[in-house]
């Protein structure tokens, strides 16, 4: 019993160090970027970059990406360090002609501490700065609303969002990047997610994903006209 104790440990330790030593999730699409290759010419590929919002969009509305150059890599769980840490990887090296940019709600919700608006902010522009640099157009994404966290109750962030999609959009206007808003479609009169559009009152399901897709693809389709 106490070897088969001590193995169990051994294992959630070894586990525990492995995501330790790739706190950015950088192996969860590296064959993935390197069977992808390079687009052709006119492909004008996109990438999205972002969290569980952005991972299960995939998976709710597959046929939104099998049938257009967008390319998702969408992570679970992960707030803007985390993405920030990842962007040239599994967006730069991609080389899209758009990167579409949805963060920031996984910071709200402190899942790797305590965090402000403001360094936030800093992650999402350190994003934009390197896909400018790299001759890639940035949309930037209002957060979705949402009233409270299942899985962290009680941080309020209704206001906190609110907040952060004001910077977002002053900063996107300030430097002639797109914004796309989200948030002023799906919410309900409490500044979270409209219950039709979700079940959690954080992630989107179909129906929410459709709503974006609308308001996100007359952006992109202009852009990539332009």
Request: hydrophobic share 40%; proline share 5%.
């Amino acid at each position: 019993m106490k070897k088969k104790c001590i193995l169990i440990c051994l294992t959630v330790g070894i586990i525990a160090l492995s995501e330790a030593q790739d706190w950015g999730n950088l192996k969860r699409y590296q064959s993935e970027n390197l069977a992808l290759g390079k687009p052709d010419p006119d492909a004008h590929r996109v990438v999205f970059m972002g969290n569980s919002i952005t991972e299960g969009w995939k998976t709710l509305r597959p046929e939104y990406f099998s049938e257009r150059p967008y390319i998702n890599r969408g992570i679970s769980g992960q707030t803007t360090p985390q993405m920030l840490l990842r962007f040239r990887q599994d967006v730069v090296n991609l080389s899209p002609s758009v990167v579409v940019i949805l963060a920031g709600i996984n910071d709200i919700a402190e899942n790797t501490g305590p965090t402000t608006i403001e360094m936030i902010m800093d992650n999402i522009i350190s994003m934009a700065e390197i896909a400018i640099s790299n001759r890639i157009k940035v949309v930037l994404c209002s957060v979705l609303p949402a009233f409270d966290f299942p899985w962290r109750p009680g941080l309020n962030p209704s206001g906190k969002v609110i907040r952060l999609n004001a910077l977002l959009q002053e900063y996107a206007k300030a430097h002639d990047l797109e914004y796309v808003d989200y948030f002023s479609a799906m919410a309900d009169e409490r500044n979270g997610l409209e219950q039709s559009l979700g079940d959690d009152g954080v992630h989107p399901n179909a129906k929410g994903y459709a709503i974006m897709e609308q308001l996100l693809e007359k952006t992109l389709s202009q852009m990539l006209k332009d």
